[in-house]
């Protein structure tokens, strides 16, 4: 049965293509020329605004902001290896960056929605912009891969884009946008996303040099149990009585694999380890 809070996806044709750096963009769409004007000095203000900008999570900040003129409140990035994990020297640039719902983040990790994720999928075999809705209703699309779609809308993103961000050695990344609307973006609106992320991408590459190069965090043993049994959903309390050692404790090491991994939460620190091949 086709998922009510997804909207009929209508025929589209000329999205973007991706060879290299030559893009092919999504039609104008019916944006008035007064409102497409707008849209033309927002995006303007954007690359204005990201230029001298030397960390990524500034940049992220300043596209979020962009969004926000197309009703997405809601952005994820992801940077992949062609088996879908990153090698064993890795780059200072972001692995992950988003601002979904924590509740949503930590919903999808657990069920370890991240194994299965269509967005992805989809990514890796695509080269321009397109619809969540085109996914859901593909015929390749499976009902579990359909269901993460369905739980995704019951906290809060309704509807999106991703944008495949494809580099050299077979590196894909992907950028989505997310509505609270059950309705569709049209394609002018497409269009800047898809400059703004592909503009974003290109940006987070430059901050990287041979010098970001380094090896994968040195976490201790216990940390890393206790990052694993993070990603498997259990709670401090939970650790403990498992590893046999108290809620304090499981709190410190979690706290120390989060600062040598980087990230602001628990959950980030577990998808971050299992995507650098720490944990399995």
């Known amino acids: 049965m086709e998922r009510k809070s997804m909207t009929r996806v209508s025929e589209r044709q000329g999205l973007a293509t991706k060879d290299?750096?030559?893009?092919?963009?999504?039609?104008?769409?019916?944006?008035?020329?007064?409102?497409g004007?707008?849209?033309?000095?927002?995006?303007?203000?954007?690359?204005?605004?990201?230029?001298?900008?030397?960390?990524?999570?500034?940049?992220?900040?300043?596209?979020?902001?962009?969004?926000?003129?197309?009703?997405?409140p809601w952005i994820a990035y992801g940077s992949l290896t062609p088996q879908q994990k990153f090698s064993k020297a890795f780059r200072r640039g972001p692995a992950v960056i988003l601002n979904y719902p924590d509740e949503?983040?930590?919903?999808?990790?657990?069920?370890g929605y991240h194994r299965i994720d269509p967005i992805i999928k989809a990514s890796r075999k695509r080269s321009g912009v397109f619809l969540w809705s085109e996914v859901y209703k593909d015929a390749s699309t499976t009902d579990e891969e359909r269901r993460i779609f369905d739980?995704?809308?019951?906290?809060?993103?309704r509807s999106g884009i991703s944008v495949p961000l494809h580099g050299p050695g077979g590196r894909v990344g992907f950028m989505s946008f997310a509505q609270r609307l059950d309705r569709e973006l049209q394609n002018r609106a497409m269009t800047y996303l898809q400059l703004a992320a592909i503009h974003f991408h290109r940006r987070t590459e430059k901050l990287i040099s041979l010098s970001d190069i380094e090896a994968i965090p040195n976490l201790s043993a216990r940390e890393k149990e206790c990052i694993l049994?993070?990603?498997?959903?259990?709670s401090s309390w939970e650790i403990g009585k498992?590893?046999?050692?108290?809620?304090?404790t499981v709190n410190f090491h979690v706290k120390n694999a989060k600062k040598k991994l980087d990230t602001s939460s628990r959950t980030l620190a577990a998808m971050k380890a299992m995507s650098l091949g720490i944990i399995e």
Not at 229 to 234: A, F, L, N, Q, V
């Open 151 to 157: 739980e995704a809308a019951t906290f809060g993103l």
């Open 37 to 72: 004007d707008m849209l033309a000095i927002k995006f303007g203000r954007f690359l204005e605004q990201t230029d001298g900008i030397a960390q990524s999570k500034q940049l992220f900040e300043l596209l979020s902001a962009f969004a926000l003129n197309f009703d997405c």
């Open 104 to 111: 949503w983040q930590k919903w999808y990790f657990e069920n």
């Open 20 to 35: 290299s750096d030559c893009i092919s963009l999504a039609p104008p769409g019916h944006f008035s020329n007064e409102n």
């Open 229 to 234: 049994w993070t990603s498997r959903g259990k």
């Open 242 to 248: 498992i590893l046999g050692i108290s809620y304090n």
